[in-house]
């Protein structure tokens, strides 16, 4: 230690390095193939990461943009414009004595979050390489976070949806209450989706291509410029395994409220492909997830 | 404190190396073999089988670290110093072995790891700190500090997209500085900015060692590793090959470095190859260690198919803060008639004037009265003076720094105030005199011989 005490000297830094006050954790053990039990306690340990990456998300969104985060705004509008013109005006379809913008625009909130959720979190882990390769921390971290940050789009979104609301002098029903629910299952399939696509793009890139297929296809696959009701009654539950689908409706029904009710095998549908999609894809993360930073 | 804070059993890392990976790894052959997978599995098997090639990284790594030991992991590049570290990080998992590590751990494998282009100064320490481990109530109590550190108050609210790559690297690093683990894991961090900045680095991590703390430092910079630890650990072909004090591992790493590097080199278009460039002493043996004050002599085997005419060649020996003295034959005219055959020219530095460090020997060959180079300038040998400076006469507070000083030193004498005569010089380690014009007290300044 030859030159300590006199670098000491110069760079009298000892304020910098005080005692640590950080909690001690216990032992740490790496071995092969080992399931760590330490990861959800990680999870926890880093929960602040995900304020920090939501909160960077949404910094650089807006950063060199001239109307900001108004475009949270302007995506909705343009979008429930196009489709009321093309499903309502052109397609004539059923409105069920609904303004066809309100009906158009509960459809494309949800349908927005998820699309834009799913390919932000299909994204992130291959956005994020040089972190993933040079720091340690849940990886989970940065794909929930990402779907937080859409989530945090969608509300403020959603404030378009209230001045909608009483443009028209459309009073929710009691059902408003049930909201939370469908954003959470909207959220948990986002999640879902995001995990597997996340995991599969790290290795296969090709997932670049399939993202805005999926993203194109779904937007008319899923009931958001028109009513599920159109649907012929037999194909129904059919075209219900697309968890959008209930998804879409149950939002739909509870901002709006429905008439003939809300179509709950619909939902139940939506709810076990949410709980399908969502352990499927938190498996197939694990299980990839050690050698995210080998294959990136 | 009588754990070990790290104890590696048996570390093995496999990579493999796929051949023609892209026709192999792509989704569509992926969903191709899972279609096929119950006829094709025995040949996709064995074709598997010969096209990938397994690379062991690591192989049986085994070593204990003592808590509040500094340890330096030297090697050439290759060697399973990075893997390592990033198996200790949990960045990557290991194929075989097991590691303990008690005691809260961060790793500094890059510095600026997540800092965002768009966000500014103050955006990007939060964001950094949270990266690495902090809390947001430690971030918030050490901002001061970390501004502070970092020397760039002024440009907090600009985006770092906007910085300078100094200003960048000394935010970087002045985030990094402040976290507080048990055990650090640093890669090479010091290699980016400059001296100045380079020397706080070190002062930082030194002092951060001092504390007690378990720190695992990877370096190049030999100097940075005898500085700041206390043990080496030598990683060659993904196994330990020495352990010990690390002045004891730099020597011995140096020493077959510089023996291994044995430059050679062709230029088809003049027919002439640099076949070997060595190094002797004073007495004709090959040498990679010098003394100050010894001769150095460096000895060029050329052959040359095609008769170059009047030749330049320049030499100069390079030392870790720049060029520190040359031979040039472009100044001293000194060129041979030509280079014909096979044959040896070789240059005696004499009396070498060089403080303890490492240095290198750099050479180029220019014909066409000095337009073409045949040989670029470039490092084609290395070397160190070692030297117990106290045997020749040095006797101040900070012997110690010699090794990041400006190396040469020509003979000079000092006139001190009161009339004494002190002279420097590395011409030898002999009898030092002191001498005073009129001198009652002379005994007091003579240093004892050796």
């Known amino acids: 230690m030859r030159t300590l005490n006199e670098l000491d000297q110069e760079y009298s830094l000892e304020t910098c390095f005080g005692t640590s006050d950080a909690p001690r954790i216990d032992e740490l053990v790496i071995e092969a193939g080992r399931t760590e039990r330490q990861y959800w306690r990680d999870l926890w340990r880093y929960r602040e990461l995900f304020y920090f990456l939501v909160w960077r998300d949404l910094l650089v969104r807006y950063k060199q943009t001239v109307v900001g985060v108004s475009w949270s705004l302007i995506r909705p509008l343009l979008t429930t414009i196009v489709l009321t013109v093309v499903f309502g005006r052109l397609g004539k379809m059923p409105s069920g004595g609904l303004p066809y913008p309100l009906l158009v625009l509960c459809g494309t909130l949800p349908w927005q979050f998820f699309s834009t959720a799913m390919t932000e979190s299909g994204n992130s882990l291959v956005m994020n390489s040089n972190l993933i390769s040079k720091v340690y921390f849940p990886r989970l971290i940065i794909i929930v976070s990402s779907v937080i940050t859409s989530f945090v789009e969608f509300l403020i979104s959603a404030v378009f949806l209230v001045f909608l609301m009483i443009w028209y002098h459309c009073a929710p029903p009691a059902a408003v209450l049930f ?26 890139r090709d997932f670049r291509f399939i993202v805005p297929f999926i993203v194109q296809f779904g937007l008319y696959v899923s009931p958001v410029g028109f009513q599920s009701s159109v649907v012929p ?6 075209y219900a395994a697309n968890p959008m689908v209930g998804i879409i409706d149950g939002f739909r029904w509870c901002v709006l409220g429905a008439q003939n009710g809300v179509y709950l095998p619909g939902i139940a549908v939506a709810v076990i492909d949410v709980v399908i999609l969502l352990t499927s894809g938190i498996w197939y993360f694990r299980k990839t997830e050690q050698t995210f930073a080998d294959v990136i | 404190m009588t754990n070990p804070a790290i104890i590696i059993e048996n570390l093995c890392k496999r990579y493999t190396i796929g051949h023609q990976r892209t026709d192999r790894d792509g989704l569509r052959h992926a969903i191709e073999s899972a279609i096929r997978e119950p006829l094709t599995w025995l040949r996709y ?3 598997e ?5 397994d690379f062991w990284a690591l192989k049986d790594v085994s070593f204990q670290i003592k808590q509040g030991e500094v340890v330096g992991i030297i090697g050439s590049n290759g060697a399973g110093k990075s893997t390592l570290l990033k198996i200790l990080s949990r960045i990557t998992v290991p194929s075989k072995g097991r590691i303990r590590i008690d005691g809260r751990i961060a790793s500094l494998l890059e510095v600026g790891t997540g800092f965002h282009q768009e966000l500014t100064g103050r955006e990007n320490i939060f964001l950094n700190g ?14 001061d500090e970390i501004v ?25 690093f002045a985030v990094a500085a402040h976290l507080e683990p048990e055990i650090l894991i640093v890669d090479e961090v010091l290699a980016v900015g400059d001296a100045a900045f380079q020397k706080k680095c070190l002062g930082k991590m030194s002092s951060f060692a001092r504390s007690g703390r378990t720190v695992l430092f990877v370096s190049h910079n030999m100097e940075a590793i005898r500085t700041l630890c206390q043990r080496g650990i030598w990683l060659m072909d993904g196994r330990v090959h020495k352990d010990g004090t690390v002045d004891e591992i730099v020597e011995d790493y140096f020493n077959s470095t510089s023996n291994e590097l044995s430059f050679s080199c062709e230029n088809l278009d003049y027919g002439l190859s640099i076949q070997k460039v060595t190094l002797k002493n004073d007495h004709g043996e090959e040498s990679s260690q010098f003394r100050p004050g010894e001769d150095l002599i460096i000895e060029v085997n050329y052959h040359a198919q095609e008769r170059v005419e009047l030749p330049y060649v320049v030499l100069g020996v390079q030392g870790i803060n720049g060029p520190c003295f040359t031979a040039n034959m472009l100044l001293d005219g000194c060129r041979p008639e030509a280079l014909a055959g096979a044959g040896t020219l070789a240059c005696r530095f004499k009396s070498l004037p060089l403080l303890p460090q490492n240095y290198s020997v750099k050479m180029s060959v220019r014909t066409n009265n000095g337009g073409d180079w045949i040989v670029k300038y470039q490092e084609v040998a290395y070397f160190s003076v070692v030297a117990d400076l106290t045997k020749y006469g040095y006797k101040g507070q900070f012997i110690s720094r010699a090794s990041d000083s400006t190396p040469v030193v020509v003979p000079y004498e000092w006139l001190l105030p009161d009339g004494t005569i002190a002279p420097v010089s590395l011409a030898s380690p002999q009898v030092r005199s002191l001498q005073r ?14």
């Open chain 2, 45 to 47: 098997r064995r074709q």
């Open chain 2, 130 to 143: 949270a990266i690495l481990g902090m809390s947001r109530a430690e971030i918030i109590r050490k901002f």
């Open chain 1, 233 to 238: 009654e037999r194909f129904r539950l059919l």
């Open chain 2, 437 to 450: 014009r009129e001198s009652p007290v002379e005994l007091d300044l003579v240093r004892p011989f050796d």
């Open chain 2, 49 to 53: 089988k010969l096209r990938q090639v």
């Open chain 1, 179 to 204: 909201v939370p629910f469908f954003v959470l299952l909207a959220f948990g399939a986002a999640l879902g989706v995001g995990l597997w696509i996340a995991a599969l793009m790290v290795e296969y």
């Open chain 2, 148 to 172: 502070e550190f970092s020397g760039i108050e002024d440009f907090l609210d600009t985006p770092v997209k906007r910085y300078s790559s100094g200003m960048y690297v000394r935010l970087a």
